[in-house]
C-alpha cells in the first residue's frame, strides 16, 4: 500500500474507534422521582443518557394532593410546566435547557390559550411538537414531555 492509503485507513480506524468509545461510555440512569407518592411508579421521571435528560410527560396534576388543577388548560399548562421545572431541578437545571418539548392537548381548538401560557415559561423556544390527542391520563387537558441537555 501507498504511504497516502495507510494515512487514510489510519484516520478511518481511529474515527471508528473513537465512536466505539463514545457508545460504550455513556452511562444511561434512571432516575428516581423525587415525588414520595410517585416511587412506585412504572416509569423514571428523568432518564439521564450522558449529559441528556428524557423527562417523562407531565400532565397538569397537584403533586401533593394527586388531582388535576382546576381552571382548564392554561391552569393545566401552567401546573404541567411548574412540574417539570421541579423534575429539572432535582438535576440542577432549569427550563432553559430544554432543547425539545412534545405537547399533547386533548383538544387542538386549546392550541391558543395553551400557548398564552407555554410562552411565558419558555422563552428561549425550544424545539416543539404539538398535536391533539384523545385519553389524556386523568382525563387532563395537556401534557408536555421534554428533552434537557446540561
Do not use: W
Not at 407518592?37 to 421521571?45: E, H, T, V, Y
Not at 410527560?57 to 421541579?86: C, F, H, P, S
Not at 391558543?112 to 424545539?127: G, L, R, S
Amino acid at each position: 500500500m501507498k504511504p497516502f492509503h495507510y494515512a487514510v485507513l489510519s484516520l478511518l480506524m481511529s474515527g471508528v474507534m473513537a465512536t466505539t468509545y463514545a457508545q460504550e461510555s455513556t452511562e444511561i440512569i434512571f432516575h428516581k422521582s423525587h415525588e414520595p407518592k410517585k416511587q412506585n411508579a412504572p416509569f423514571s421521571d428523568a432518564v439521564q443518557a450522558g449529559n441528556t435528560f428524557y423527562l417523562a410527560g407531565q400532565i397538569g396534576m397537584d403533586q401533593a394532593t394527586r388531582t388535576l388543577v382546576g381552571g382548564g388548560v392554561q391552569a393545566e399548562t401552567e401546573q404541567a410546566i411548574k412540574n417539570i421545572a421541579d423534575v429539572l431541578a432535582q438535576h440542577e437545571m432549569t427550563l432553559d435547557n430544554v432543547v425539545k418539548c412534545t405537547v399533547i392537548l386533548s383538544d387542538i381548538s386549546d392550541f391558543a390559550a395553551f400557548n398564552e401560557i407555554y410562552t411565558q415559561y419558555f422563552t428561549k423556544k425550544p424545539a416543539r411538537t404539538t398535536f391533539a390527542a384523545s385519553g389524556i391520563a386523568a382525563n387532563g387537558k395537556v401534557e408536555i414531555d421534554v428533552i434537557a441537555v446540561k
